[in-house]
């Protein structure tokens, strides 16, 4: 409604809730965030996303570089580097 008004960009952070079960692959509570933006092609999308993820993990653990642990925190841990720009895979259109 607000970008039908005349404002070109607007964002909305929402928490979420599934009815659904919880085990150790799925947890139904989450929370998303949505950016529209009037006039912007994916590429202009894709720099915002990076600049988000990128900060909020810069903000969080004060470094871009992440151990990420899948199976549990004492098994094999990836290093994920959010340093910008992210590294990106074309695809066919």
């Known amino acids: 409604m607000l970008m039908v008004g005349g404002i070109d960009q607007v964002y909305e952070i929402e928490y979420l809730f599934c009815n659904k079960g919880i085990d150790l692959t799925h947890n139904p509570e989450f929370t998303t965030c949505e950016v529209c933006m009037a006039y912007a092609d994916y590429h202009d999308l894709m720099e915002i996303k990076e ?38 895979i074309h695809m066919v259109e």
Do not use: A, C, M
């Open 51 to 88: 600049k988000l993820v990128s900060g909020v993990v810069k903000n969080i653990i004060s470094s871009y570089k992440i151990t990420y642990h899948p199976d549990s925190p004492e098994g094999q841990g990836y290093e994920i580097d959010f340093t910008l720009p992210f590294w990106r």
